[in-house]
Each structure stands twice: as structure tokens, then as C-alpha cells.
């Protein structure tokens, strides 16, 4: 009985191809899609962008800060260890003027000047804060 030739493996190698480019894109659009969440949002007369777990986001804020007027970090325990999934609200004289949810430890605020009541609930215990414009280094610790 003459052997059959070897059929060529093309429908492996198209798999094998498609699996590798999926590969490819899923790591190259990981930073991309980090960014997506630093999307600076507004609510209002309130504008805000939350991040800050990773370096790169850390960076980012920093080099944004000139475009805000406060900010505020969210950490829990002695060490200082970054929050995300904080729900935050902010007021004025009695008056809700943004909520959301921060992203990330680090919230930047652009708001109209004056003084803020800062009320942020993490894992249902809640912290509040007074920060005016102009004051960057705002803490809240759980």
C-alpha cells in the first residue's frame, strides 16, 4: 500500500496564528485600556480624574496635577495601602455637587473655589473630610 502524502496543517496553523495575534493585542492594549479608566470625568461645575495603583498611573496623575485644584488620597491601615472602589461625595454649604466612584487611590478635583465636604464610604464605612482648593495632599484612612 503507497503512503498518502502529508496533508498540510493549515487549519492548526490558522489557529495557532489566530491565537498568537489575540496574544499580542490582549498585551499591547493592556496599558491602553489602564489609561481608559484615568478618563477625566464631569459632574457638573466638578471635573475629576481617579487612579494612581500603578506606576504609570501614578506618573500620569502627577504630571496632570497642574490642571486641578485638589486632591485626595484614599488608603487604609498603618502602612498607607491604597484604596480603589471608594464611593465619594462631595458637597458645598449642604449642596451634593459631584458623586462617583473612585478608580483608584488618588482622586485629582478641578471644583470653583472655596471649601468642600468630602464624604467617602469604603466597604460601607464611611469617612469625611473638609478640603478647600488649592490643598493637594487631602488623606483618608480607613
Given at each position: 500500500?503507497?503512503?498518502?502524502?502529508?496533508?498540510?496543517?493549515?487549519?492548526?496553523?490558522?489557529?495557532?496564528?489566530?491565537?498568537?495575534?489575540?496574544?499580542?493585542?490582549?498585551?499591547?492594549?493592556?496599558?491602553?485600556?489602564?489609561?481608559?479608566?484615568?478618563?477625566?470625568?464631569?459632574?457638573?461645575?466638578?471635573?475629576?480624574?481617579?487612579?494612581?495603583?500603578?506606576?504609570?498611573?501614578?506618573?500620569?496623575?502627577?504630571?496632570?496635577?497642574?490642571?486641578?485644584?485638589?486632591?485626595?488620597?484614599?488608603?487604609?491601615?498603618?502602612?498607607?495601602?491604597?484604596l480603589a472602589d471608594v464611593a465619594v461625595r462631595m458637597t458645598r454649604e449642604g449642596h451634593e455637587v459631584a458623586s462617583f466612584t473612585a478608580s483608584g487611590p488618588k482622586c485629582l478635583i478641578k471644583a470653583p473655589q472655596g471649601s468642600y465636604n468630602i464624604e467617602a464610604t469604603y466597604k460601607g464605612q464611611a469617612k469625611s473630610i473638609t478640603v478647600s482648593t488649592g490643598t493637594y495632599n487631602a488623606q483618608l484612612r480607613w
Open positions: 500500500m503507497p503512503l498518502q502524502p502529508l496533508r498540510p496543517l493549515r487549519p492548526f496553523r490558522l489557529a495557532l496564528a489566530g491565537g498568537i495575534a489575540i496574544a499580542a493585542f490582549s498585551w499591547l492594549a493592556a496599558p491602553a485600556l489602564a489609561a481608559d479608566d484615568m478618563v477625566i470625568r464631569t459632574m457638573g461645575p466638578v471635573s475629576y480624574v481617579c487612579g494612581g495603583i500603578a506606576a504609570d498611573e501614578q506618573q500620569q496623575l502627577a504630571a496632570q496635577q497642574k490642571n486641578f485644584n485638589m486632591g485626595v488620597l484614599f488608603i487604609q491601615g498603618e502602612r498607607g495601602e491604597y
